[in-house]
């Protein structure tokens, strides 16, 4: 089966103070990440949609401690890994990828 894309955008993935801007999206069966810049080690990531246990709203921060932006999801995985996502329209990425 081919792999179609639902939704796509520009995005920063977050983990603690360090951050990395880049392509995400989802399809029918999974969800990417690709940085512009690879080299600060944040991506490329790939999740199966049926290894995602929990979507919710999180908090962008800045320095990892001190919130700015209230549009970021934090993604929660079947083996306890959690990878944060400061995206536009939070609300609807947590619809669409809970479908």
């Not at 962008?60 to 990878?83: F, H, P, Q």
Request: net charge positive.
């Amino acid at each position: 089966m081919h792999a179609i894309t639902i939704k796509s955008t520009i995005a920063t993935i977050q983990q603690g103070a360090i951050k990395a801007d880049g392509r995400f999206w989802l399809t029918n069966t999974d969800i990417h990440f690709a940085p512009f810049n690879a080299q600060f080690g944040l991506g490329p990531y790939t999740f199966a949609r049926r290894e995602i246990v929990k979507v919710s709203k999180c908090t962008g921060k800045v320095a990892g401690i001190l919130s700015y932006t209230r549009d970021a999801i934090e993604i929660v995985l079947v083996d306890g890994n959690k990878y944060q996502f400061i995206v536009s329209n939070p609300i609807e990425w947590i619809k669409l990828i809970n479908q």
